[in-house]
């Protein structure tokens, strides 16, 4: 198989304004590589429900976005917190997010739902007080 | 219907339509992001009464083919270029969330 084209953002933490950059960012690029507007939507979601999750719950972090012929794969890794009970994190409304955070429209617990929902596979790597890990696959082909 | 369509025939304000000859074709009505990323299906009309940058961004990766919003609410300057420059139809309605969307019935 040939080399993945490979995208890597540094997600700034303290920048509300500026959250999602990365992920428009990439949709911008799936569409130049041609990609249908279906997978990219799923990308682009799922990407950046985990870019303003590194930003509101972990103070930012990376993210490395990687194409291959068959699958685009998202690796979002912070140093935050990290995710004490990660069953209960991916239920539906369950959420820490703060009320200035929510009075942005966040904080309905439905991120990490939506980003299961819209890829094929993801997984989460968390320890407390170390930071979290999150990578997601989307089949192209 | 186009969305320059749309705006005319239900007398919603422009704040700004990048991409006027876009197709739209159902309507979500939601302020948490996070549900309308969930549940608005691509190419719809998207009616919120959020006006922060987030609702740009979500507008533009969730694909819906534009945002109505609702109540009178309204953009700053610097937003509506923002959402110019990512292509982002904006209109602006001063009604209600619900009577904004009885106006799309049969047209979207
Ligand atoms: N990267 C992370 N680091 C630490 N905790 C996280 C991280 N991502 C998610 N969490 C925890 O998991 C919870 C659920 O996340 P989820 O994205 O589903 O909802 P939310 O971010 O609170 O709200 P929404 O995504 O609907 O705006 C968060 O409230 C937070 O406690
Ligand atoms: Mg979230």
Same mark, same amino acid.
């Given at each position: ?31 130049? *590589? ?5 997978? $990219?939507?799923?990308?682009?979601? +799922? /990407?950046? #429900? =985990? ?24 690796? *979002? ?5 990290? $995710?004490?009970?990660?069953?209960? +994190? /991916?239920? #539906? =409304?369950?959420s ?6 929510r009075?942005?429209g966040f904080g309905a617990g439905m ?31 | ?29 939601g302020d948490l992001l996070s549900w309308v990323m969930g549940r ?8 919120t009464?959020m ?58």
């Amino acid at each position: 198989m040939s080399e993945p084209l490979v995208f890597h953002f540094d997600i700034n933490g303290d920048d509300f304004s500026t959250a999602g950059q990365a992920s428009v960012q990439i949709k911008n690029n799936l569409r130049q *590589l041609g990609l249908s507007p279906e997978i $990219i939507r799923r990308v682009s979601i +799922a /990407m950046y #429900e =985990g870019e303003i999750n590194m930003v509101i719950h972990a103070n930012g972090g990376t993210a490395d976005v990687k194409v291959y012929e068959d699958c685009v794969e998202i690796i *979002l890794a912070d140093n935050g917190p990290g $995710i004490k009970d990660i069953d209960m +994190a /991916m239920k #539906e =409304g369950y959420s820490t997010a703060s009320d200035s955070t929510r009075s942005l429209g966040f904080g309905a617990g439905m991120g990490l739902p939506n980003m299961k929902r819209y890829t094929d596979d993801m997984k989460i790597d968390s320890t407390v007080g170390v930071g979290t890990t999150v990578t997601m696959k989307i089949n192209i082909a | 219907m186009k969305v320059v369509e749309l705006a005319s025939l239900c007398g919603f304000e422009v704040l700004c339509m990048p991409d006027g000859d876009r197709q739209v074709s159902g309507a979500y009505i939601g302020d948490l992001l996070s549900w309308v990323m969930g549940r608005a299906r691509a190419d719809s009309a998207w009616i919120t009464i959020m006006s922060n940058v987030n609702v740009i961004a979500v507008a533009s990766l969730a694909d819906v083919a534009c945002v109505i919003l609702a109540e009178g609410v309204t953009l700053d300057d610097e937003l509506i270029k923002t959402a110019t420059a990512k292509g982002v139809n904006i209109l602006k309605s001063e009604l209600p969330a619900y009577e904004t969307a009885t106006e799309l019935v049969g047209k979207v």
